[in-house]
């Protein structure tokens, strides 16, 4: 069964630490993993994918690492500021016959001043 | 502002109800989803069409009628809801419906807010 699980499930720091938040996935076979970032009250937005050939991608505060061996993914935040505060999610993508993505619980990020 | 808009934010409905969810996007794509969010679960898939056609019906009710007019719009029409049906329903697009391998990033409204009484 496909399935995607994320940790941790909400996640309080202060505002300019970093923070890691972890997703690990069952989806065979695989075909690409996005991040997404959901600001309270708002529809999801992506922040990255990562394809079965790349470990590591950046954007702004934000990197994304892919481990395709064990299944795993992290997305780091650095300098964490107030308006990261707000859901990630992980969703994967069934390399299959159609549009099968696979969403993750979500971390819910609350940084604080 | 992603380019796709959801009508209305927010809605409030009692059981015997008839009231529609309305979503269009203003992006040129092909495909249109409805996803329901619920406190503490993982988005669910409800429907998928691509080019105005229902490729998916994942299980849903038949108190959840989808409509699709053309690539643009979609609607969620819903009658004698239950409470248990109260979540964040998100419509979303993408520019299509791939088969095989598929990177689609989906860009989503701001959701409707549903509160069932």
């Known amino acids: 069964k496909n399935q995607v699980e994320q940790s941790p499930q909400s996640l309080i720091i202060l505002e300019g630490k970093n923070c890691t938040l972890q997703?690990?996935?069952?989806?065979?076979?695989?075909?690409?993993l996005r991040w997404y970032k959901q600001d309270t009250g708002r529809g999801p937005v992506s922040l990255t994918i990562?394809?079965?050939?790349?470990n590591t991608k950046s954007n702004g505060r934000y990197t994304a690492t892919l481990d395709a061996d064990t299944k795993q993914s992290s997305l780091h935040i650095t300098a964490s500021q107030l308006s990261d505060s707000a859901s990630y999610i992980c969703?994967?993508?069934?390399?299959?016959?159609?549009?099968?993505?696979?969403f993750g619980g979500g971390t819910r990020l609350m940084v604080k001043p | 502002e992603t380019g796709v808009t959801q009508t209305p934010r927010h809605l409030v409905m009692g059981m015997t109800n008839k009231k529609s969810l309305k979503c269009e996007q203003h992006?040129?794509?092909?495909?249109m989803y409805w996803y329901k969010q619920s406190a503490k679960k993982p988005l669910e898939l409800m429907f998928v069409y691509n080019f105005k056609e229902q490729t998916e019906n994942n299980s849903v009710p038949s108190r959840f009628s989808p409509e699709c007019p053309n690539s643009s719009h979609l609607f969620l029409h819903l009658h004698t809801l239950q409470p248990e049906d109260s979540a964040l329903y998100l419509c979303a697009s993408s520019q299509e419906v791939a088969q095989g391998l598929n990177t689609g990033e989906l860009f989503f409204g701001e959701g409707s807010r549903l509160t069932v009484l």
């Open positions: 992006l040129g794509h092909n495909a």
């Open positions: 990562m394809t079965f050939s790349e």
């Open positions: 997703c690990n996935y069952t989806v065979s076979p695989f075909s690409n």
């Open positions: 969703v994967v993508t069934n390399n299959n016959a159609g549009n099968m993505l696979t």
